[in-house]
């Protein structure tokens, strides 16, 4: 479908988001239960632009627990452990100044994490508890802070290569994806590695053949 010129300016800027690439610790798999203990972000554009980075430890929820084999783990990451729970802040403050400096970035901003089931559930739980804000957008009734359903850096590296499904894991792209930023379990050393291959993947994105359409298709 062709953009007609009334709409150009409207579609480059919608088509061209800044993207929250973001890595959640917890103490355990599901905040149904147990506590998130720090997130980091990183606003990037598709062609590598940044625009700044959020880093927060948090206090574990009064009202949930802890996973065994989850913190049987965290003993044998000392440092990524002290990294996630050093100045723990409430989650109440912490998760309203999030919202607020996604805000006051220029133009949409989408959701990205790997897997988005994960990092985006939690992310999407404490918003809603915390700040009355969704990492999802849509027929809500509150503030909106991103655009669209988010992006699974999982679904999007499988995909773009090729890859078999039960071949998608984030390990199996090379260091050079990540800028050679190793995966900690500090959770801006990763959300920095995963803008990183959030860039990368656009490269190849941009080698396949273009689908047009209007900026009304970009909600």
């Not at 959020?54 to 913190?71: C, I, K, N, S």
């Not at 999007?156 to 900690?184: N, V």
Request: aromatic content about 10%; proline content about 7%; some cysteine.
């Amino acid at each position: 479908m062709e953009i007609l010129p009334a709409g150009r300016a409207l579609y480059a800027q919608v088509a061209s988001p800044i993207f929250i690439v973001t890595d959640i610790e917890s103490n355990g798999p599901t905040p149904l239960h147990h506590s998130m203990l720090s997130f980091a972000s990183v606003a990037i554009e598709a062609d590598g632009t940044r625009h700044g980075e959020f880093e927060a430890q948090l206090q574990p929820r009064a009202d949930r627990g802890t996973d065994p084999t989850t913190m049987a783990w965290w003993q044998t990451q000392p440092e990524a452990w002290k990294a996630a729970t050093e100045n723990a802040e409430a989650p109440k403050i912490v998760m309203p100044r999030f919202a607020d400096w996604v805000d006051s970035l220029p133009g949409p901003k989408v959701f990205a994490a790997a897997p988005m089931m994960f990092d985006g559930l939690w992310m999407d739980h404490y918003l809603d508890v915390y700040a009355g804000t969704r990492v999802l957008s849509g027929p809500f009734k509150t503030r909106q802070i991103f655009r669209g359903g988010g992006v699974c850096l999982y679904t999007m590296a499988g995909t773009l290569r090729g890859a078999p499904y039960l071949d998608w894991g984030m390990s199996k792209l090379p260091a050079e994806f990540y800028g050679h930023i190793a995966h900690t379990h500090n959770a801006i050393d990763d959300a920095r590695g995963f803008a990183n291959v959030l860039v990368e993947l656009f490269k190849i994105s941009r080698q396949l053949p273009a689908i047009s359409g209007s900026a009304s298709d970009f909600r």
